[in-house]
């Protein structure tokens, strides 16, 4: 698929750090207890997506974890606004809802005592990864696809709504390609 770069409208640069805390620290979710990292089967990562318009840059972040606190969104934003200049409200900071993972969605004082250190170190690394993002800008175009995959499985419950139950088995594809037809980064819903 080749895309319209057409007047170097749109550059967006890409990066990607891993997150993973180390073995035997805590690790919870929304369906299991708090409980020691024995292994580590893939890390857990921030991905980070630049745009930029004209004058006007704005940052995706997403971390591999299931859920986040604000105090520790506010963190994150100020240290990729203070690394590259974007302003905060141009940051968005979201999770890709990891089923077991880092229980940052925890208020700060309800962390384990093993995360003061990771929390305090980790808006540096996101701000690090966003400012690779920000320095790899190139031209790039946008084009987006959408896929009916009936009888896709998810975790939501199901619904006697027949509109719900068709979007959820709607995937939604966002492709950035680069000038010259590389991918840059593939977005995707998933409900």
Same mark, same amino acid.
């Given at each position: 698929m080749s895309l319209s770069t057409v007047d170097n409208l749109l550059h967006v640069g890409v990066s990607q750090a891993p997150i993973t805390p180390p073995i035997g620290f805590t690790?919870? !979710?929304?369906?299991?207890?708090?409980?020691?990292a024995r292994a580590i089967d893939d890390d857990l990562a921030v991905r980070c997506i630049i745009f930029k318009s004209y004058d006007t840059t704005a940052a995706l972040?997403?971390?591999?974890?299931? !859920?986040?606190a604000d105090w520790l969104k506010i963190l994150i934003s100020q240290a990729i606004a203070k690394s590259t200049c974007i302003p905060r409200n141009n940051i968005t900071v979201l999770t890709t809802g990891n089923g077991i993972s880092p229980p940052l969605w925890r208020d700060e004082n309800d962390l384990p005592d093993q995360y003061r250190n990771y929390v305090a170190y980790l808006p540096d690394i996101i701000a690090g990864t966003t400012l690779d993002?920000?320095?790899?800008l190139e031209p790039a175009a946008v084009g987006?696809?959408?896929?009916? =995959?009936?009888? =896709?499985?998810?975790?939501a419950t199901p619904s006697n709504d027949e509109a719900l139950e068709t979007e959820r088995e709607t995937l939604q594809l966002t492709v950035i390609q680069t000038a010259d037809d590389r991918t840059a980064c593939i977005l995707y819903n998933f409900a």
């Amino acid at each position: 698929m080749s895309l319209s770069t057409v007047d170097n409208l749109l550059h967006v640069g890409v990066s990607q750090a891993p997150i993973t805390p180390p073995i035997g620290f805590t690790i919870a !979710g929304p369906e299991f207890p708090d409980r020691s990292a024995r292994a580590i089967d893939d890390d857990l990562a921030v991905r980070c997506i630049i745009f930029k318009s004209y004058d006007t840059t704005a940052a995706l972040v997403s971390l591999d974890v299931h !859920g986040i606190a604000d105090w520790l969104k506010i963190l994150i934003s100020q240290a990729i606004a203070k690394s590259t200049c974007i302003p905060r409200n141009n940051i968005t900071v979201l999770t890709t809802g990891n089923g077991i993972s880092p229980p940052l969605w925890r208020d700060e004082n309800d962390l384990p005592d093993q995360y003061r250190n990771y929390v305090a170190y980790l808006p540096d690394i996101i701000a690090g990864t966003t400012l690779d993002a920000a320095q790899s800008l190139e031209p790039a175009a946008v084009g987006t696809v959408t896929a009916a =995959l009936p009888n =896709l499985s998810c975790f939501a419950t199901p619904s006697n709504d027949e509109a719900l139950e068709t979007e959820r088995e709607t995937l939604q594809l966002t492709v950035i390609q680069t000038a010259d037809d590389r991918t840059a980064c593939i977005l995707y819903n998933f409900a």
